[in-house]
């Protein structure tokens, strides 16, 4: 047993009976490199990674490879989702390698943190062109030995490129004057994923097939605005095809991670707790758009699969379930024919498109044939039914249990939305036990907020400016869910220390500033970096810039939209540029730049709340119920709703008819 025996990362401990001589990231390590002049084997994985799972089989569990890297190397292993901010800067250097990234990670750094070699997976024999690890680890220790100069030369090479990068001043274009935040921005940023739409299967680009929920936003809210019916068919196209291929579990809810295939068929099988909650916001909004219900059964399989199986007695809800049961990929979710037929019966069998031969290593991922087709027919429900039962007695994928402060705040912005928009009390009970969580077990005892929490071990890690800008977002939505006053207020807490700990003042605020990934506070690494670009999940400053824009609308504090300019003004070249890279951020230019309604329910009126709930209404803001502290309450009377824009308001209305046509 190594010393990631006593971390709380279920991933890390996953790894605590390796014969390698693992240290988890931290300066024990890096002194003991410095003392015996060895340098850094970095491996950064994550519990749900299948090729994380292969490598660790292959060499890290192997004592005659364990013994080269215990020989060669001090080695540390990372949790990438506990440290994004190790992964992000060790990322850019594989990067800058390889030309390409992904995990596992695999970096070679000297003593002192500064990478000179690195790439992703690597198998323990030369193979399929790659070299063998064990190969690589003796040529890297003779150039460490034999070539020590060239070492540090590449070291301090790679160090300033990723140095000047994240120094990159990107307010301004070339000739001085930065772009204009206008309203073309989310037209081009439409355009732009037009281009890689699939048309037939929906989607952006080739396989592998990832969900991108960010996009699929981008295309309600520009149907929203002017009506275009091309913007919402694209959508629909790409929901309807992922509900109802293999990517979804059509037993149990929920989405695995992504699809090999361009058709959504066969998925790697893990499932996310970040995938979760950004397709329930987007199958939410598509049913706010279409009315259609089995956008409506999506959200509701997907919440129910999370509260079922990630959520946790204390309020969390758990990080990832893995893609492999029994040592096997997709074991729990694929099923013979004679087991369909012998449970499901008939009905089942040709519902989920169930054959002899199967489409996934001689079994059957389930799924849906006749694409959009997700209302079971009673009989089919019941063979439903049963198969989720059977399936419930086998052996269930490795559950990553920790609590992530960014994911979990995730999930709950979005239950939270969903659970007022659908009119589910038990959801909102929920949210709000969640959000109790994050404001109990994730804070220290002088406020400061923390990254991850886990059963046995408590909470670590400082958080990130991430953490604080989807707090802010989720506590906004939690007070227009409920019409609790308190969560404002918890959420100008956060937004008050994403301010203090992690803005940029060294920027002038002509050129934008922006959000450090790290506090003033936080350990300093080779770079101190900011998370810019929208990827698997929104980048800090993009859910930043659209949880202060909110926040400045409900307080009435317009500090905080002013700081949500700079986010953009300090990304207004790249976004002009490249829009579909920043497809979360687009939101918060719409809102920056179209303005946000504001709407008033004073009193008890909850037919009022529940007609402004049941709409997409991606540029506006709620409140009600108790009165917090901000204009917006000023002169109201009870039982009325006031609906404002432009700093202009329109004569109050007491019916939810008259709500919504001043809404439309």
Not at 36 to 60: N, Q, T
Not at 68 to 75: A, C, G, S, T, Y
Not at 403 to 414: D, I, Q
């Amino acid at each position: 047993m190594n010393r990631l025996a006593n971390e709380t990362s279920p991933y890390l401990r996953q790894h605590q009976d390796n014969p390698v001589d693992w240290y988890p990231w931290g300066e024990e390590a890096l002194q003991r490199a410095e003392a015996e002049d060895r340098p850094i084997l970095l491996s950064v994985g994550y519990s749900a990674c299948h090729w994380c799972h292969v490598m660790a089989h292959e060499s890290f569990e192997d004592p005659d490879v364990a013994a080269v890297m215990n020989e060669l190397f001090v080695n540390v292993k990372v949790d990438r989702e506990e440290r994004p901010d190790v992964d992000a800067v060790y990322m850019e250097a594989v990067q800058a390698f390889s030309g390409q990234g992904g995990w596992p990670m695999t970096v070679f750094l000297t003593p002192d943190g500064r990478p000179f070699f690195g790439g992703t997976y690597y198998p323990k024999t030369t193979k399929l062109g790659r070299p063998g690890f064990v190969d690589l680890m003796r040529g890297v220790d003779q150039a460490w030995r034999e070539r020590r100069d060239q070492v540090l030369a590449q070291a301090d090479h790679v160090s300033s490129a990723i140095r000047a990068q994240a120094a990159m001043v990107t307010g301004g274009s070339e000739d001085g004057a930065a772009p204009e935040l206008g309203p073309s921005l989310v037209q081009r940023g439409y355009k732009a994923l037009t281009a890689s739409h699939d048309a037939e299967w929906g989607g952006f680009g080739s396989a592998p097939k990832f969900p991108m929920p960010t996009n699929l936003e981008l295309m309600l809210r520009v149907h929203a605005h002017d009506g275009d019916e091309e913007p919402l068919q694209m959508a629909v196209t790409t929901l309807d095809a992922m509900a109802s291929g293999g990517m979804y579990d059509h037993l149990g809810g929920g989405f695995h991670r992504y699809s090999v295939d361009a058709f959504w068929m066969v998925p790697h099988f893990e499932k996310m707790l970040y995938d979760q909650a950004g397709l329930v916001r987007a199958y939410l909004h598509a049913w706010q758009l279409t009315g259609e219900a089995r956008f409506r059964q999506v959200v509701e399989e997907t919440v129910g699969y999370v509260l079922r199986e990630l959520g946790q007695a204390e309020g969390g809800f758990s990080s990832a379930e893995d893609a492999d049961s029994e040592a096997e990929e997709g074991k729990f979710y694929v099923w013979r024919l004679s087991d369909v037929a012998r449970i499901g019966g008939p009905e089942a069998v040709d519902w989920y498109g169930v054959t002899q031969g199967g489409n996934f290593e001689g079994a059957n991922i389930l799924h849906r044939p006749v694409r959009g087709d997700l209302l079971r027919p009673p009989e089919v429900e019941a063979a439903r039914r049963r198969l989720f039962d059977e399936r419930q007695e086998r052996v269930r994928p490795g559950l990553d249990d920790k609590v992530l402060t960014e994911w979990n705040a995730m999930f709950l912005s979005s239950l939270a939305e969903a659970g007022a928009a659908l009119g589910r009390d038990d959801w909102l009970e929920a949210a709000v036990a969640n959000g109790e969580f994050l404001l109990s077990a994730l804070r220290r005892e002088d406020g400061r907020r923390l990254r991850s929490w886990q059963r046995d071990g408590g909470a670590r890690h400082l958080a990130y400016a991430v953490d604080h800008a989807w707090l802010v977002d989720a506590f906004c939505r939690l007070g227009e869910a409920t019409g609790k006053a308190r969560w404002v207020g918890e959420a100008r807490s956060a937004a008050e220390a994403m301010i203090e700990l992690f803005w940029d003042e060294a920027q002038p605020s002509s050129g934008g500033s922006g959000f450090f990934t790290t506090g003033h506070d936080a350990e300093r690494l080779v770079v101190r970096h900011k998370d810019l670009v929208d990827g698997a999940t929104p980048s800090a400053n993009s859910v930043a810039g659209t949880a202060l824009i909110r926040l400045s609308a409900l307080t009435g504090e317009q500090r905080y939209a002013d700081r949500a300019e700079l986010v953009l003004r300090l990304l207004a070249e790249p976004l002009s540029k490249h829009p579909s890279a920043f497809t979360h951020l687009l939101g918060a230019a719409d809102m920056l730049v179209t303005g946000l309604t504001e709407i008033v329910v004073v009193g008890d009126r909850p037919d009022l709340v529940a007609a402004v709930h049941s709409r997409y209404l991606p540029n506006a803001v709620l409140a009600w119920g108790e009165p917090h502290d901000s204009p917006l309450w000023e002169g109201r009377a009870e039982g009325q709703a006031y609906v404002c824009r432009n700093y202009a308001c329109q004569a109050p209305v007491s019916t939810p008819q008259d709500l919504l046509a001043q809404l439309q």
